[in-house]
């Protein structure tokens, strides 16, 4: 180095006097701020365990209070109930599926009709309303706003003309027709043109006519509806003596926490005075011993009522089942029916084994912790902020997270293998140039912003998609939501295929040459080269792209916080691949939306720090995996 | 025996057919995904270009990217034209035509003004963060690179490096909410409630408090530090492994200490190869939402971030729009219709074209690295 | 009319890599079923002329003949509608530095059948044996047939590598110095396999080796600078070398 200054070692002798050398100092400086990497990974995992942790004492004492004040025992009647209420009203969709099924023509020609006008009053109904109450006696408008108004209300109207939904299932003629009574009707007229009118009644005839042939399902149905009636009234009795003794309890939990604090401040405080004065107050904030065997006595005599209402409930049912048909001339009714008839014998179990179970409840029997993880883990629902009971089950966020997962992955790893493929063994140099910049791009594009384009560009295309008549047959159109499990799966998978493009790029290029060159010289064309050598050769790579791919959709929290619905409910899997199109929430997606609405140190606060650690310890099994193939594919 | 005519193949190669459908097949893979990011980045472009650009000169419009977010109201004044004003002006007009009445009146949250104040947190958030993990993160490639021999030690950072880089953002939200928001110590007279502990100094009546820095640009900072650490310490660690021993070697024989040689013969020349590294870094910190969503963003701010400070620390200690927040909140809080659109658009499309700026950057530069550092 | 005892004639052969070179107006007759061997230093474009005799030169994107033409068997291969595999098939080739595939061994050994379309099980088993036995690997691999081809010694995968390159019974082996990564010991096995195959092959050999070249040639061919100095047999280029350069580099006073 021509400009190196020539350092005087005087001062690293001096510092080497005192056993402390300048040199040292250097290296102990860069050495701690790597070791910073070690201490930041043991603050997460510290701070993930210290507030995660005491979550599952929390929820051990949430579940202990819902045994003792007998919202438990509601809850054994409750679930006969729920699932007789779906029952109904699956029952209920089958129903009119089958009359709107057999009168879908007429049904859209009048639903087409009255979208139209209801367009139309959307867009002109405020200022026609304006202009209407200021011309009222006793309002005084300037004559020259009322002429303003109406210059408006006419602005309107025509752009309103202009932008009128499309009616498939009507005539032009028909639509004509209508557009020309709206046209030309007085301003304030509010009654609907005599066309929808008329399609109206048409609608209603046609229904009326595939009503007659049905009532004896309706009477079937009814008559199952209002079987359901006394457990109903049994529940909602009970529901409130229950919630008292539970709110009971929870103030005298509350009291008994302040008096433990007052008590270890007081045994920390210095001054007689003042320690004085706090151990009173803790004394003053004792709280008597909530009565829980009154209340839970009580509910203990409706037992013999509970198991007489299950039981006329479950011959009922019995009944009923074989009164209803089988099949019904629309595909969709059929398939509810279908659906019915599956759920008829786990009702039917449910309610034979409920007696057994009411006799054997008992408000003693004690919560262990294991019961509160067992719950979190296996749990069927998150509940959060209910008057009822809070829930913490993470299977419903599980599956939604699994769920997008696999669809992202289903359409990334080919898309993004087939990419890695194709460039770096079929692309010419050319395209190279134009396919890498692009993908790199996709990469750099934040979450957000995708999360963006899934609300306001792919979730809309989607649903007009799925509306379109010709792709009926897809399972699951048309769709509900806009935001599903589909859409979100599908943002992921653009998300994730540069990853899975470039790792698996990075691995089929570092085939050594050799292998391509043997093969070719061997007789293999390069199509067998490519499969027959080089991917199995790149195979672990690849795998540990696929992984770290799943790895980055699994964790990814804007898109699907954005995209995924979410709904707080395990997918229905009975309708088999509609099941994608779904609305569902995820183990990110429930942190980013719910931790900024808790209070500091709740139950549910921590349960979000449980789901935190459950995702770092997916994600680091995930990546250590992927690590493992790579190192692998090293060697 | 052999025979030559073998060699010379009757029409198409043997497996042809194969051949092509495999291409084609990978091919078209391949520009299916090409063409959805394209038909997307120009459904963002088309709509979002207008609310920047504008046909005449000067042909950008800096109101969108100077003016404050605000409401937007929009009403019709009684000879019948339509208005579109945010909250400040709308708030002016009205007083200017008092008695005057407004009909269909409308307001939509965020989508009035400018994102200027997105902008200036974001840049804020960045600039922090990159500060902190560029300063922790290339000393920790100075010490993995020129210091570290094979020791347990070092193969614990390799191993927290390994598994921070694929931690989720969303964990890095919640260890920055209970560490830097809850939990890091400060100086106050007065301790929080919640205070983990409060240990007295011996100056004055302050106390050194762990109750946490709060919801503050100081903490957003620090989290997004803590998450592109491994980004910064692996790509710096690789420029200064690319600078070739022989200059190490040299400039040691030549009696310069360790401490020396990294500075003059090894850092200068790796430089180039770690900025160009944190261009990228910063596309990821400048998107990130998840880790600042609790501990530095705010939804709605009137105020620029530093405007009425009392103190230069009250900028650190005070919340910042992002922009990626800014634009979570405009697609998950406010339904879009025609009068959002703009804000909608507006913002992702200014969003986007930083991206595309910062990542062109680093493509530019290290294609001119790798023509430039050749040895 | 060309003598069938001819394997490749090689007619004024001129090839660059773009714009660079490397073979210059190459013209020689490699006679069959006899072992010719290519010396000559470094860079003189020996391996470059063996890698034109399977064109998987092709491989290379720029590089391409000039001039001349190479023609087996009175084939000219550069033709427009030559069947590369084909061609490849019948022209086998061994490397400098073994490279089996992440497969087992007798995967490697059918990997070429397999790639041209036989697939019956009992058919590839004889072929994979006669291959093996013939790469006199047999008797050290058939116990572990099915195992990966990385667990055996680096001449046993060299040999590996012959077997896998003679299995489809070609006309002619290329060999681009196959001793250069291996130990003597190797090296030895792998030169009296050379003249066992050799009743069976034309065999054509790249070495660095002029000891290896008197061992187990029979012609030899001396290149210096892309260009064909002197051809002959091995005995004469050896002991009474006719160019002065030749001369220079088997007595190793320069190279």
């Known amino acids: 180095m021509p400009h190196e200054d020539p350092q005087p070692p005087e001062p690293a002798k001096r510092f080497q006097k005192q056993g402390f050398s300048y040199e040292n100092a250097i290296k102990f400086f860069f050495a701690s701020n790597a070791g910073l990497t070690i201490v930041i990974l043991a603050l997460i995992i510290t701070f993930l365990l210290k507030e995660g942790l005491g979550f599952f004492p929390g929820y051990q004492r949430e579940l202990e209070v819902y045994r003792i004040a007998g919202l438990e025992f509601v809850d054994i009647s409750r679930k006969n109930l729920t699932a007789h209420e779906q029952i109904t009203s699956i029952l209920n969709r089958s129903y009119y599926a089958e009359i709107n099924g057999n009168c879908a023509h007429q049904m859209h020609r009048s639903q087409e009709a009255s979208a139209l006008v209801n367009a139309y009053s959307d867009l002109t109904g405020p200022t026609r309303d304006l202009i209407v109450n200021n011309s009222q006696p006793d309002s005084s408008p300037s004559p020259e706003m009322l002429t303003n108004l109406k210059k408006n209300f006419e602005k309107q109207k025509s752009k309103a003309l202009s932008t009128l939904p499309p009616t498939p299932h009507l005539t032009p003629e028909e639509r004509q027709a209508l557009i020309e009574s709206i046209r030309s009707r007085a301003f304030d007229a509010t009654e609907d043109p005599p066309l929808v009118a008329s399609l109206a009644t048409e609608f209603a005839e046609a229904r009326e006519k595939q009503v007659k042939p049905l009532e004896r399902l309706r009477t079937t149905i009814d008559t199952f509806e209002s079987a359901g009636s006394e457990l109903s009234s049994l529940v909602s009795e009970m529901t409130g003596s229950v919630t008292a003794t539970k709110e009971k309890i929870q103030h005298a939990d509350i009291l008994e926490k302040d008096r433990k604090t007052l008590l270890a401040a007081a045994s920390g405080a210095k001054d007689p005075v003042e320690r004085e004065k706090l151990i009173a107050a803790a004394h003053a904030s004792l709280a008597e011993k909530p009565d829980i065997e009154g209340p839970i006595n009580i509910l203990m005599e409706r037992r013999p009522a509970c198991i007489a209402v299950h039981q006329s409930l479950k011959d009922a049912a019995a009944s009923i089942s074989t009164q209803l048909p089988n099949s019904l001339t629309q595909p969709e009714a059929t398939n509810l029916l279908k659906v019915a008839h599956n759920l008829w014998p786990l009702f039917l179990a449910d309610l034979e084994k409920t007696p057994q179970t009411i006799n054997d409840w008992n408000h003693k029997t004690p919560v262990p912790l294991s019961t509160a993880i067992s719950s979190f883990l296996t749990g069927k629902d998150w509940v959060t902020g209910g008057e009822w009971q809070d829930f913490y089950g993470i299977l419903p966020l599980a599956a939604g997270s699994l769920m997008i997962s696999i669809v992202a992955l289903t359409l990334a790893i080919p898309s993004g293998i087939g990419a890695a493929i194709y460039v770096n063994q079929f692309a010419s140099k050319r395209e190279q140039s134009l396919i890498k910049p692009v993908i790199e791009f996709i990469q750099a594009i934040p979450s957000v912003v995708l999360g963006f384009i899934g609300i306001l560009i792919f979730g809309t295309i989607l649903r007009d998609l799925s509306l379109m008549d010709s792709l009926r047959w897809i399972p699951g159109f048309p769709i509900e939501e806009r935001l599903n499990i589909f859409t979100a799966g599908c943002l992921l998978a653009l998300m994730s295929i540069p990853t899975i493009f470039s790792l698996a790029e990075d691995a089929i290029n570092n085939v050594p040459s050799a292998y391509a060159e043997a093969a070719e010289a061997l007789g293999a064309s390069r199509v067998q080269t490519t499969f027959r050598v080089i991917i199995p050769a790149a195979f672990s790579g690849i795998l540990a792209a696929v992984l770290l791919g799943f790895g980055r959709v699994i964790g990814e929290t804007m898109v699907v916080l954005l995209v995924a619905g979410n709904r707080i409910k395990i997918p229905d899997f009975t309708s088999g691949l509609g099941t994608f199109f779904q609305p569902c929430h995820t183990l990110t997606g429930i942190i980013a939306q719910e931790l900024g609405e808790v209070p500091l140190g709740s139950v549910h606060y921590r349960a979000l720090f449980v789901v935190g650690i459950l995702l770092f310890a997916v994600v680091l099994i995930i990546n250590a995996t992927a690590h493992r193939f790579v190192n692998r594919m090293r060697q | 025996m052999f025979n030559p005519e073998t060699l010379i193949r009757k029409g198409l190669p043997k497996g042809h057919f194969k051949d092509v459908a495999a291409r084609s097949f990978l091919g078209g893979i391949t520009y299916l995904v090409v063409s959805i990011a394209v038909l997307l980045f120009a459904k963002i472009i088309a709509d979002g270009a207008p609310v920047l650009f504008k046909p005449e000169a000067p042909f950008v419009d800096f109101e969108f990217l100077t003016a404050k977010n605000e409401t937007l109201h929009v009403f019709d004044d009684a000879q019948g034209n339509r208005h579109q004003l945010p909250a400040a002006a709308y708030s002016q007009y009205v007083s200017q035509h008092e008695g005057a009445t407004q009909f269909n009146e409308q307001t939509y949250s965020y989508s009035g003004g400018g994102i200027a104040g997105p902008i200036a947190g974001t840049a804020l958030l960045t600039i922090g963060s990159m500060i902190l993990a560029l300063f922790f993160g290339v000393s920790a490639a100075i010490y993995l690179s020129e210091y570290a021999k094979q020791s347990p030690f070092i193969h614990a950072i390799r191993l927290a490096i390994l598994n921070l880089a694929g931690i989720p953002s969303i964990v890095f939200g919640l260890f920055g909410f209970s560490v830097f928001v809850l939990a890091v110590p400060v100086i106050t007279s007065a301790p929080s409630d919640r205070s983990l502990l409060a240990i007295p100094l011996l100056i004055g009546d302050y106390f050194l408090s762990f109750q946490g820095w709060n919801s503050s640009l100081m903490a957003g900072c620090a989290t997004l530090a803590c998450m592109i650490l491994p980004v910064i310490i692996t790509a710096s660690e690789e420029s200064l492994r690319a600078v070739p021993q022989g200059f190490r070697d040299a400039s040691l024989a030549m009696g310069a200490t360790r401490w020396q040689t990294i500075r003059k013969c090894v850092l200068p020349f790796s430089l180039p190869g770690i900025l160009t590294s944190s261009l990228l870094a910063i596309t990821r910190v400048a998107g990130e939402t998840a880790p600042i969503m609790f501990t530095a963003a705010v939804a709605a701010k009137d105020d ?58 680093s493509m530019i530069l290290r294609a001119k690295l790798r023509a430039k550092l050749k040895w | 009319m060309v003598s069938m005892q001819t394997a490749i004639q090689i007619q004024n052969v001129s090839f660059a890599y773009g714009a660079k070179q490397v073979l210059h107006d190459v013209c020689m007759d490699i006679p069959a079923r006899q072992v010719t061997a290519y010396i000559g230093p470094s860079g003189c474009g020996k391996s470059t002329l063996l890698r034109c005799f399977n064109r998987i030169n092709d491989r290379i994107s720029g590089a391409h003949l000039t001039a001349g033409s190479i023609r087996i068997h009175d084939v000219d291969i550069n033709r427009a509608d030559i069947d590369l595999q084909e061609l490849r098939r019948r022209v086998g080739m061994v490397f400098q530095k073994y490279n089996p595939f992440a497969k087992s061994i007798y995967d490697n050994v059918a990997f070429s059948l397999r790639v041209a379309g036989k697939t019956k099980r009992s058919e590839l088993d004889d072929i994979v044996e006669d291959a093996l036995k013939n790469a006199a690997l047999w008797d050290e691999v058939k116990d572990r047939l099915h ?109």
Request: proline share 6%.
């Open chain 2, 304 to 361: 620029l971030p530093w405007q009425g400070l009392k103190n230069p620390f009250d900028l650190l200690s005070s919340q910042v729009q992002a922009l990626p927040y800014h634009i979570y909140t405009l697609a998950a809080r406010i339904p879009s219709s025609e009068f959002t659109q703009r804000a909608q658009y507006g913002s992702v499309f200014v969003f986007l074209l930083l991206v595309a700026f910062l990542s062109l950057g």
């Open chain 3, 147 to 255: 195992s990966s081809a990385f667990g055996l010694s680096g001449g046993q995968q060299q040999r590996l590598c012959i077997a896998r390159a003679i299995a489809n019974q070609p006309e002619i082996l290329l060999m681009d110095e196959p001793c250069a990564a291996l130990d003597p010991l190797a090296t030895l096995k792998i030169e009296e396999l050379i003249s066992e195959l050799k009743k069976q092959y034309t065999i054509i050999i790249v070495t660095h080796n002029m000891a290896q070249a008197t061992r187990c040639s029979d012609q030899t061919a001396f290149m210096y600078l892309g260009k064909l100095v002197e051809f002959g047999p091995t005995m004469q280029i050896f002991e009474n070398p006719k160019d002065p350069q030749t001369e220079a580099y088997v007595t190793g006073t320069f190279g």
